[in-house]
């Protein structure tokens, strides 16, 4: 008898399983019916959720870098920054390989004046620096960036290892 017992709850929530699945079943067959005789299916109406704006940035939280630097420390000579006329570029330019350009969070409106850096393997720094304009933005920091490849390449006597080291504005 107590076997019984413990059985009729199972027993009911599968058979109630069952009815609900038979007749979701039937109910399917008849709409079914009425599609095939040629009326147009009623369009689904899925709630449009707007796309959330993108994050702000959140700046790295204080302190050390839990991996440590992202560039070793070694021994590095800055050269004597050169400012350059927007549009003028002084050094021939260095067919430089592709590299990943850096996104900047600056707010553009504000920005005066660019500083971009680069470095070649003996640590020799070489910033340059130009003046920008109203609507100055990022599109335009790739002609500033390899302004300052160019220098280094040239400078360096052709050194194949110049990088980008920073950029910086005010």
Avoid at 15 to 29: G, K, T
Wanted: proline content about 11%; overall charge negative.
């Amino acid at each position: 008898m107590k076997l019984a017992t413990k059985l009729v709850a199972p027993f009911a929530l599968v058979l109630s399983f069952a009815w609900l699945q038979q007749s979701n079943v039937a109910h399917a067959e008849e709409h079914r019916g009425e599609h095939h005789e040629g009326h147009a299916a009623p369009p689904h109406e899925h709630p449009v959720v707007p796309r959330p704006a993108p994050p702000r940035f959140q700046p790295h939280p204080a302190g050390v870098h839990p991996h440590g630097p992202t560039v070793r420390p070694h021994a590095v000579r800055v050269l004597r920054p050169m400012p350059i006329r927007r549009g003028e570029h002084p050094w021939r330019h260095w067919g430089h390989p592709e590299f990943a350009r850096p996104v900047y969070y600056w707010d553009w409106a504000g920005v005066r004046t660019v500083t971009c850096t680069a470095e070649d393997s003996y640590g020799d720094q070489y910033p340059i620096t130009q003046d920008t304009f109203a609507g100055f933005g990022l599109v335009n920091m790739t002609s500033v960036e390899d302004d300052a490849l160019d220098r280094c390449y040239q400078e360096s006597g052709g050194d194949q290892s110049c990088f980008l080291a920073t950029c910086s504005h005010y």
